[in-house]
């Protein structure tokens, strides 16, 4: 099984490779993006 997990924080990455890998092979996609919280009125 593998997981792409899109963030640009490296140690999240670092985290899920952890506890899924060697089971689960988590391939990390750097991409920069807004975060979306319930709190922000914009959207």
């Known amino acids: 099984m593998i ?7 490296l140690n999240k990455v670092k985290e899920f490779k952890q ?4 089971k ?3 391939n990390h996609i750097k991409i920069s ?3 979306l919280r319930s709190d922000n009125k914009k959207w």
Do not use: A, M, R
């Not at 997981?3 to 924080?9: A, G, K, R, Y």
């Not at 506890?19 to 060697?22: A, D, R």
């Open 3 to 9: 997981i792409n997990f899109v963030t640009s924080n």
């Open 19 to 22: 506890i899924l890998e060697p």
């Open 24 to 26: 689960i092979k988590v």
């Open 33 to 35: 993006y807004p975060e």
